[in-house]
């Protein structure tokens, strides 16, 4: 995050006050987020509204500084050269591509309907007309980018602003009435606030206002800083609109009546398919936000099947950064407490994650060939809000980066653990045997026994003629891999899988898994449970599917 600056009165829209609203606005957002998380009741009382918001300012700021130039202390003239639009486009890219959860996603579409007023030529229009056409355009656009716009919500909060705004817009450029009238924005937008939990129920139950609202009226007031030069407010956003108790939330979807899974990940797509795409993912869930242009997406939604949800992505384009969170642990935070353990976990595969999560672990979805960054994982360990955290990297070419992601959030002052795991199978066994109820020490150390008991292995298929440590591959042939190195090359998965498990059972075993990529049949499942049944009588064998992005088959022996 960058240094928090001293802003001074603005007379004209430039990149410097761009510059300054970004800073501010992280700014405003760091303190201000626990206290936004303590009221996040709707869409879902999952306690990270003010973390989501947060970490999507924090990543628009990280694009606006390298687009710009990341000046040293106290200096800010490597901005003097760079243009309002090239400032304002690299602020709303920003946050398109590191927005998270649903008001995050909605922030984003707010900053790219700024963008598209201020990164045209001005025309001679003041600041004044300036700011006021760019917040309605942004209001018009995160209406449009929700499938089923609320009243009382940040929405509205986004078109409170920009009606003032608009009555603001006769002021002079250099003014003192025109920076009168952006702090008369700021306060009549907070107390617009306070009328929200009149317009929403769950608001009006639970005494509190919109927990995105509040994060939104944080960034406008940095915005108004930012233009007048007026220093930050000595408190972070406060959110109680009553004081009345906030009744506990239900902990699990089902309880809930809600979707089970929230996903999200970036799209690379045209518009009409984008278009098609909203179609399909209304009818699978709700809290459908889908945001961005110019070919860049970032496709928000709640849905029961989370499978089905990237099916429809890939229909549409590619997707990529694939995020899947299971509420059931995100609910049992809503109460604003960190829980004291949580499991992040690294898995290769849909299905995987699905399987992860209903076990209670914020998963990270990896991409064959991709290996998540560090800025990732420590968004899923934030997102796991627990004071102590027990990392699965699910790949020994993963394990540089759960380390540097884990040194971090120590940093945060997060107590985390890495297990070396080589394998989603060795997570798979670690996950199994976590007890969130005993020490840290011991569950870490039982954690990694069961990983390192744990064979592993996987069926691949060559890509181009090889040597490899079992002899000559070609193109196309199966490849079987026991604990990372190719001990079998066969001509189909049926003959390749079983020389596997022989050799793997050769040195004893309690418990075979077998992980199913998303074209391999359920017949191989069922022959190699026979092979296993027939040759080992003691050997108990468990099957899953792996989902997409899986490898053809993994398989664990514990």
Do not use: K
Not at 114 to 133: C, F, K, S, T
């Amino acid at each position: 995050m960058q240094h928090e600056p001293q802003p001074q009165p603005a007379d004209e829209l430039d990149a410097e006050t761009v510059r300054t609203w970004s800073s501010l606005a992280v700014a405003a957002l760091g303190r201000a987020r626990e206290d936004i998380d303590a009221i996040n009741v709707y869409p879902v009382a999952d306690a990270d509204t003010g973390t989501n918001l947060y970490l999507t300012a924090e990543s628009a700021d990280r694009a606006l500084a390298e687009a710009l130039g990341t000046p040293p202390a106290g200096v800010s003239e490597t901005t003097a050269d760079a243009t309002l639009s090239e400032a304002v486009r690299a602020y709303a890219h920003g946050a398109l591509i590191g927005a998270r959860g649903n008001s995050g996603t909605i922030l984003a579409q707010l900053l790219r309907g700024v963008a598209d007023v201020l990164g045209d030529e001005p025309g001679g229009r003041g600041p004044g007309r300036l700011l006021a056409e760019a917040l309605t355009r942004a209001a018009e656009e995160a209406y449009g980018a929700v499938a089923h716009p609320v009243e009382g919500t940040m929405l509205t909060v986004a078109a409170a602003a920009a009606a003032r705004a608009g009555e603001a817009a006769g002021y002079g450029a250099a003014s003192q009435q025109y920076l009168d009238a952006i702090g008369r924005v700021d306060v009549m937008v907070g107390q617009l606030l306070a009328d929200t939990p009149g317009q929403l129920a769950e608001l009006g139950r639970a005494g509190v206002v919109d927990a995105g609202g509040c994060g939104l009226v944080a960034v406008l007031g940095a915005l108004s800083q930012a233009l007048s030069g007026r220093p930050p407010a000595a408190e972070a956003v406060r959110g109680r609109a009553v004081p009345v108790p906030r009744p506990p939330q239900p902990c699990d979807a089902e309880e809930r009546g809600g979707p089970a899974y929230e996903v999200i990940y970036l799209l690379e797509a045209a518009e009409p398919a984008v278009a098609e795409l909203r179609g399909r993912l209304d009818g699978l869930g709700d809290s459908l936000v889908v945001v961005g242009g110019d070919g860049l997406w970032n496709v928000h939604v709640h849905v029961d099947d989370p499978g089905a949800a990237v099916e429809a992505g890939v229909v549409a384009g590619r997707p990529y950064r694939i995020r899947i969170t299971h509420f059931g642990d995100e609910r049992r935070r809503a109460r604003g407490e960190r829980v004291q353990r949580a499991v992040v976990a690294v898995v290769p595969g849909e299905g995987l994650a699905g399987l992860c999560g209903e076990a209670g672990a914020t998963t990270v979805l990896a991409r064959p060939g991709e290996v998540p960054d560090a800025a990732a994982l420590v968004d899923a360990i934030r997102r796991a809000h627990a004071r102590e955290v027990v990392l699965l990297p699910g790949g020994a070419d993963q394990r540089a980066v759960a380390s540097a992601a884990a040194e971090q959030a120590r940093a945060d002052g997060v107590r985390v653990a890495v297990i070396p795991t080589r394998s989603a199978v060795q997570g798979l066994a670690a996950l199994a045997v976590h007890d969130p109820e005993g020490s840290f020490d011991e569950d870490v150390v039982a954690m990694t026994a069961a990983a390192g008991a744990t064979r592993y292995g996987e069926l691949a298929v060559a890509e181009r003629q090889s040597f490899t440590s079992a002899g000559i591959c070609q193109a196309g042939d199966v490849l079987g891999l026991i604990d990372g190195d190719v001990a079998v090359i066969g001509s189909g998965l049926d003959e390749t899988a079983q020389a596997v498990l022989e050799r793997m059972l050769g040195s004893g075993g309690e418990l075979v898994t077998l992980v199913l990529g998303p074209e391999v049949p359920d017949a191989l499942a069922e022959r190699l449970e026979a092979y296993v049944q027939h040759g080992h009588l003691a050997v108990d064998t468990v099957t899953y599917r792996g989902g997409r992005y899986s490898a053809p088959l993994l398989i664990g022996v514990e």
